[in-house]
């Protein structure tokens, strides 16, 4: 899957702590879209990857780095193998390491302290 294609996996983005200090929470979800697809080596995936849905909840420092270990919880395995779904779930894991620090505004830092990224190729694809 080429990096255009890779910009539409990362569904429902972001789930902020709050959204009411935002002035642009999707803009802000763009962002951090952007960001991910860029750090995730999606061309690695094998299987039918796209039937795969996980949620990864971030618990974050004000300078925008991940404080402790990301929790990734599969909400849909698609029926693939458990190789195909570890594989899925580590290139999530590697994405968000990439990723650090996220360009995050310093200012809304009680806003994402928390948030919950949902990773689904079949859906944003439309597929």
């Known amino acids: ?3 255009l294609a890779a910009f539409l996996a ?34 690695d995936l094998f299987g039918n ?3 795969i849905h996980v949620t990864a909840v971030l618990q974050m420092n004000p300078d925008g780095t991940v404080n402790g ?18 594989s899925y779930v580590e290139s999530v894991r590697a994405a968000i390491a990439r990723s650090q620090p996220f360009p995050l505004p310093a200012d809304q830092y009680d806003v994402w302290r ?4 949902s990773f689904n190729l079949k859906e944003e694809s439309g597929k």
């Open 1 to 3: 899957m080429n990096r």
């Open 10 to 43: 990362v569904s429902a983005l972001a789930v902020f702590t709050s959204t009411a200090a935002l002035a642009e929470p999707s803009e802000l979800g763009a962002t951090l879209k952007r960001h991910l697809i860029d750090n995730w080596a999606i061309d």
């Open 49 to 51: 990857a796209e039937l």
């Open 69 to 86: 270990p990301v929790e990734v919880n599969v909400t849909d395995d698609g029926g693939q193998t458990d190789a195909t779904v570890q």
């Open 114 to 117: 928390t948030i919950e990224i």
